[in-house]
């Protein structure tokens, strides 16, 4: 019989009145769980308990809330290789790529509580005699994280360490397609001793719930990490109550690989950004821009290099690519390729749903790679998150710049080259809010700001230092002595 996981609301497991599954991608016979399906009502009690447990929690000491953290990190860390194994099996990543992600919260969950010793603010001099000037942060109160499935213990941690770290209260809400990586933080700021009330987790139906959020009246802010469509409603619907807002959403990112690169690295870069994690990163390059000079060239080695990859249950060793996470992407990749098929014709490489023995049980699909795609084909501008990559021509690197830009997203980017100058000119004109050099464009740390520009982003950026635009305001003082 598969576990139930209640929801968490005002210090309390919640027993659930219904429920809803959370499936393995990888092998659709086996029920992760079965999560709690919140209701309005849920949402709602979370933001009361919420709003009820602001005061205490917000006068706690930065330092005391920050032992507290490293409490949640080291249960997390107690639990490494568990918490590892269940991503795989609700998410379909493969095990080294699950664990990697778990440190990775680990990680944010320390740095945020070393935040909480420091806490910086501005201590300036006044132009008056004997007067001290300073300003000091302070919590913004009750805020709704609403998290995607892709990262679903990453992408929890870095929004829920900063807001706790500043003195907020939360109220979580993940992704129906992946809830227990996000269940287990919560259960470990329980086990930690965080206050009733300051942390609260519904899951459910993100149409129900996420209005129910936007409307309960303790919400003062809202941080998301989701599609365009749906960010796009949570901005209007958050806007009638002029909410604090933060969005990331998007992207249809460019790698741009230019005659003098470091060929063996670009290939090696441009098949694990497309590939790895099924292409299913917001981060994940889908669009390699090569210079004329190597295009041919470059096109054929990473078709060979593709092929290569193995496909299969992300707990099995050997494994480069699991599922996709389920059959509502399945389908979107499937269509899109199809798309892409009457745009640019067949295929270099997969294409294909794979079937056949443990592949009938799961939503597995082969990477794939379309050539000679130009600007204004579908697959060339439309996200599609999955493992599909289009490869476009560029005469040169003006060429490659233009078209690199010449997009509604600007997430992350990246290029590969030798050339110190070119490096610079990418640097300062490329529109994208994550740039790496001679990388993969998806794969980023926790001490830095993270977030895009255009249609990707919107409002204060995710992660580092920045994290506090967002999860904190400040408080002005003129002290006459």
Not at 104 to 122: D, K, L, V
Not at 127 to 150: C, D, Q, S, Y
Not at 208 to 215: E, K, N
Request: net charge neutral; proline share 6%.
């Amino acid at each position: 019989m598969p576990t139930t996981f209640p929801n968490y609301i005002n210090g309390e497991w919640r027993a659930p009145a219904a429920t809803f599954e959370n499936r393995n991608p990888a092998n659709t016979d086996e029920v992760v769980g079965l999560f709690a399906k919140g209701t309005a009502r849920d949402v709602h009690d979370a933001a009361a308990a919420a709003q009820a447990a602001l005061p205490s929690w917000s006068a706690m000491n930065g330092p005391a809330r920050g032992a507290l953290l490293f409490k949640v990190a080291d249960i997390l860390e107690s639990r490494f290789q568990q918490l590892g194994e269940e991503m795989t099996r609700e998410e379909g990543k493969t095990l080294p790529e699950a664990k990697g992600e778990v440190r990775r919260a680990i990680n944010i969950f320390r740095y945020f509580g070393g935040e909480g010793s420091r806490m910086p603010g501005f201590l300036v001099p006044s132009e008056r005699e004997r007067v001290h000037m300073f300003a000091i942060r302070k919590p913004i109160g009750v805020v709704g994280l609403v998290t995607p499935w892709n990262f679903p213990i990453a992408i929890p941690a870095w929004k829920m360490a900063p807001a706790l770290i500043c003195g907020n209260t939360i109220v979580l809400k993940p992704a129906s397609a992946a809830p227990l990586s996000a269940w287990r933080i919560v259960e470990a700021c329980h086990e930690a001793g965080i206050p009733k009330g300051v942390v609260n987790f519904v899951a459910g139906s993100g149409g129900t719930l996420g209005q129910a959020l936007v409307d309960a009246p303790p919400l003062k802010a809202v941080s998301f990490t989701g599609s365009c469509q749906v960010g796009n409603w949570l901005h209007a619907e958050a806007s009638k109550r002029r909410l604090r807002i933060q969005l990331e959403m998007g992207g249809k990112n460019p790698t741009i690989v230019l005659g003098d690169a470091d060929f063996q690295s670009a290939v090696e870069n441009v098949v694990n950004a497309a590939f790895f994690s099924t292409g299913q990163k917001c981060t994940a390059t889908s669009r390699a821009i090569v210079e004329d000079s190597i295009y041919d060239k470059f096109v054929a080695a990473i078709t060979e290099r593709t092929r290569k990859l193995k496909v299969g249950n992300g707990m099995e060793p050997g494994i480069d690519i699991g599922p996709a996470v389920d059959a509502g992407q399945l389908e979107t990749d499937l269509r899109y390729i199809e798309i892409g098929r009457k745009e640019a014709g067949e295929p270099l490489t997969g294409g294909r749903r794979l079937t056949g023995g443990a592949y009938d049980k799961g939503y597995f699909i082969e990477p794939t790679i379309f050539a000679n795609v130009t600007e204004n084909m579908t697959i060339a501008q439309e996200e599609i998150f999955g493992p599909v990559l289009a490869v476009m021509r560029a005469k040169d690197f003006e060429d490659a710049m233009r078209i690199a830009n010449n997009i509604p997203f600007g997430l992350s980017a990246s290029i590969q080259t030798t050339h110190l100058s070119r490096v610079y000119e990418y640097i300062y004109r490329m529109d994208a809010g994550l740039l790496t050099v001679n990388l993969p464009s998806a794969g980023v740390e926790y001490q830095l700001p993270f977030g895009g520009t255009k249609d990707s982003s919107f409002g204060p950026k995710e992660q580092g230092p920045a994290a506090f635009d967002f999860y904190s305001d400040y408080k002005t003082v003129y002290l006459k002595y």
